[in-house]
């Protein structure tokens, strides 16, 4: 680990003041994690950021829509596994169609990737047993990675994935990374999900072959439901974040308990000047400048796209009609520009969700002045329930969120630098500077009187 004491450098106005100091903690932080995980989504983000890595190898997922199959081909996936089979497609939040088993081997094929169906017929088959542990241990060493594993929920997968991971720790020395049961409850609890019933814990001392744990810590995630939305990452009891949602979202998040959504995006104009972000389109790719600069043109314009094709080779009508790429999201507020926040506001006021906007520039500096400046609306929300906090990627939200939730909730400063880390962010005095900044201002007891926050 890096030494424990740095300097920094404040340069505030005319003077250069040189501050030293000693910080015992920061690299003391354990994580519930199996590994230091990295940002979400591969090699695209904005399209990826649902998948939850449990190890660089393997991330697991719900129910896929094809758009999502095609994007984690796009994001560098080479491997799609589902646990369960479906005879029949989906309407999720009656609107997203997710394929049916056929279709979705058909999808995965046409976008390049292995697919792999252990083909479990549903909740009521014994996915939380050890022949279903042995078959995802026999199929995984034959799959090109890295691979995304999916359920329903992401809730069952984790589970058979991490004991996977269990029995190789048992039976091979050299394994890492090393899950104990131990390991097992933290990572699960701080995933947001629950195995501590009595059948899951057999089955977990089963294959680690260590006594049935007596009290497992339990998730703290509210409501318990949030799963139906798994696409959400649980941050802290009653907050979560996500990257972009999509329209037929809002039902969802609804039926789950949610109150409130705060979007963290740039809205069509910020002081006067015109400042929609881009949206995701697939086979394209992602994060060029919507309104083009002196090397490219408007992003979505018909010769830009063509520049950006990330695999010419898919056939015609992969993407949009006609074509092996995509021109348009307007399921994901998107306009023939990029992102139009506008289009997602009016979505909002036919729900009964709260809708709190929050532009932050994805790539400006964070400063305790930014957090302050957003801190009542942001506890206004988190007091009234269940809230989600979106951007494009979930990185933005997850940095004010986890710096909400400790506020809200009197954590500290050490936990809002492990809970960070656990979402795939790494903040330190060297990585992040500015988020670390944010944090220790706002939540260090010896600086609250900078911040005016002195409940801790
Ligand atoms: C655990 O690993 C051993 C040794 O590789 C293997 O024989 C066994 O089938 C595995 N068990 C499970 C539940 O995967
Ligand atoms: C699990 O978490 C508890 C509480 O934070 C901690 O005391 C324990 O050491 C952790 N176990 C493992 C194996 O990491
Ligand atoms: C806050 O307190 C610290 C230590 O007591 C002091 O050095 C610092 O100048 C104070 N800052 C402000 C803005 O009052």
Same mark, same amino acid.
């Not at 941050?235 to 974040?241: E, G, P």
């Given at each position: 680990?890096?030494?424990?004491? &740095? +300097? ?11 501050? /030293? ?5 920061? *690299? ?17 983000? @904005? @399209? ?37 089979? =479906? ?19 058909? +999808? ?46 992401? &809730?069952? +997968? ?23 049961? %131990?390991?097992?409850?933290? +990572? #699960? ?31 703290? !995630? ?8 798994? @696409?959400?990452?649980?941050? &802290?009891?009653?907050?979560? #974040? ?50 083009? *600069? ?36 307007? %399921? ?6 990029? =992102? ?33 400046? &957003? ?9 009234? %329930? ?19 939730? !400790?506020?809200?909730?009197? @954590? ?17 005095? /060297? ?19 900078? /911040? ?5």
């Amino acid at each position: 680990m890096d030494a424990k004491c &740095y +300097i920094l450098v404040l340069i505030l106005s005319l003077h250069s003041v040189i501050v /030293t100091f000693c910080d015992d903690s920061v *690299d003391d932080i354990v994580l519930d994690t199996a590994v230091q995980r990295k940002a979400p989504g591969l090699k695209a983000p @904005k @399209k990826l950021w649902w998948a939850k890595e449990i190890t660089p190898d393997y991330h697991v997922a719900g129910r896929l829509s094809e758009r999502q199959i095609k994007y984690a081909a796009d994001g560098g996936f080479k491997s799609i596994v589902s646990l369960f089979h =479906y005879d029949e497609p989906l309407l999720y939040g009656g609107g997203e169609y997710l394929p049916s088993s056929k279709e979705e081997e058909e +999808i995965v094929k046409s976008a390049g990737m292995q697919f792999y169906k252990v083909g479990l017929a549903g909740l009521h088959d014994k996915w939380a047993s050890v022949e279903t542990v042995e078959h995802i241990s026999r199929i995984l060493p034959t799959l090109e990675k890295p691979i995304l594993l999916h359920c329903n929920r992401g &809730y069952t +997968i984790s589970f058979v994935t991490l004991m996977h991971m269990a029995n190789r720790t048992r039976h091979d020395p050299s394994f890492t990374p090393k899950i104990s049961s %131990g390991n097992f409850y933290n +990572i #699960t609890a701080a995933m947001g999900i629950d195995f501590t019933m009595e059948n899951t814990k057999q089955v977990v001392a089963e294959i680690t072959g260590e006594e049935v744990v007596k009290n497992p810590p339990r998730l703290n !995630a509210e409501p318990e439901l949030w799963k139906i939305y798994w @696409k959400a990452h649980p941050v &802290y009891k009653n907050w979560f #974040t996500a990257g972009q949602i999509r329209d037929t979202d809002l039902k969802v998040l609804e039926e789950v308990g949610f109150k409130a959504v705060v979007n963290m995006r740039q809205g069509v104009e910020t002081d006067g000047k015109p400042s929609q972000e881009q949206v995701t389109l697939i086979n394209i790719k992602d994060g060029t400048p919507t309104y083009g *600069d002196e090397n490219s043109l408007p992003r979505q314009v018909p010769e830009e796209l063509e520049r950006l094709i990330l695999d010419p080779s898919k056939p015609k009508g992969y993407g949009s009609e006609n074509l092996n790429y995509e021109t348009s999201n307007p %399921g994901e507020f998107g306009d023939e520009i990029g =992102y139009n926040e506008d289009l997602e506001k009016e979505a909002f006021e036919k729900s009964t969700l709260k809708y709190y906007h929050i532009p932050i520039d994805s790539n400006g500096k964070y400063s305790p002045e930014l957090f302050g400046k &957003y801190k009542d609306m942001l506890l206004e929300a988190g007091r009234n %329930g269940p809230v989600l906090v979106h951007c494009a990627s979930a990185k933005r939200v997850a940095y004010m969120s986890v710096l909400a939730s !400790a506020v809200q909730y009197n @954590k500290d400063f050490n936990w809002a630098l492990k809970r960070i880390r656990e979402l795939g962010f790494y903040v330190s005095p /060297t990585k992040q500077p500015d988020v670390y900044e944010m944090f220790a201002a706002w939540l260090k007891k010896d600086r609250s009187n900078e /911040t005016g926050h002195l409940e801790l």
